[in-house]
């Protein structure tokens, strides 16, 4: 089972649409979780980092952690054209572990069509 | 003012070249990356170096050479291209090695012919 899951997609929606964005990780031991966003021919930038479960929120974005069933998500509100790109998860556990560093899921291709 | 800077940005060259990425932060950070992003966008870590010294080194051909001759510069070197090597190589930096907040350069796009 690959450490970090996430599916590919593409994902295409109308404008003002929600949009959810999930992946899943096997490993226990991972507890920081970032959602980083890559537009094209772009490197990724963070868009979210979280380290407990729960929410967190941030404008039209949302990023909810839920480690009892090793799922992260990240909900886009309103969703606007300039929101297509590519959504990668991205997992790591605590320093000095064996998972301390970053491990991204294979990111979402998604597009907001207005 | 570019915070993670990586030259070239587009590498075409044969099979068997050696070839050289340089990347340059001016960000402060003591923790710099090379990631690897192939064809179907999975963004894979190859090396990590904290203030100068090498702190990640995933299972990467020795074809791939990294050496950071400060901790604001990080450069791979490549030997003996091959097919296999077309990607895209992303540089990054982080304030430290306990960070998940990483600071990606526009990435360089090579392609072996």
């Known amino acids: 089972q690959k450490e970090v899951e996430q599916d590919p997609g593409p994902l295409s929606v109308p ?4 949009v959810s964005l999930n992946c899943t990780y096997s490993n226990s031991a991972f507890q920081y979780f970032m959602w ?10 963070l868009l979210m980092y979280t380290y407990s479960s729960g929410n967190k929120e941030d404008g039209r974005f949302t990023a909810q952690v839920d480690k ?11 969703s606007q054209p300039s929101d297509s790109a590519t ?8 320093s ?11 990111g979402t291709l998604l597009t907001v069509n207005p | 003012d570019t915070a993670v800077s990586q030259t070239p940005k587009y590498l075409v060259t ?15 950070h003591d923790t710099m990356y090379w990631y690897k992003q192939d064809s179907k966008k999975f ?15 995933e299972t990467v051909p020795n074809r791939f050479s990294p050496k950071s001759p400060d901790k604001a510069h990080l450069n791979l070197h490549i030997n003996s291209l091959e097919l ?19 600071f990606f350069g526009e990435g360089s796009r090579l392609t072996v012919l």
């Open chain 1, 15 to 18: 404008e003002g649409a929600i």
């Open chain 1, 36 to 45: 980083y966003r890559q537009y094209s021919r772009k490197g990724p930038e």
């Open chain 1, 68 to 78: 009892s069933s090793k799922y992260i998500s990240l909900f886009i509100r309103d």
């Open chain 1, 87 to 94: 959504y990668l998860c991205a997992i790591r556990g605590f």
């Open chain 1, 96 to 106: 000095g572990g064996s998972n301390y560093k970053l491990t991204f899921g294979k």
């Open chain 2, 14 to 28: 044969q099979m068997g070249n050696d070839k050289s990425i340089k990347c340059e932060q001016n960000l402060g």
């Open chain 2, 43 to 57: 963004l894979k870590i190859m090396f990590s170096y904290n203030n100068k010294e090498l702190i990640i080194n």
């Open chain 2, 84 to 102: 296999g090597d077309s990607a895209v190589y992303f540089c990054a930096s982080s304030r430290d090695e306990n960070t998940g907040e990483l």
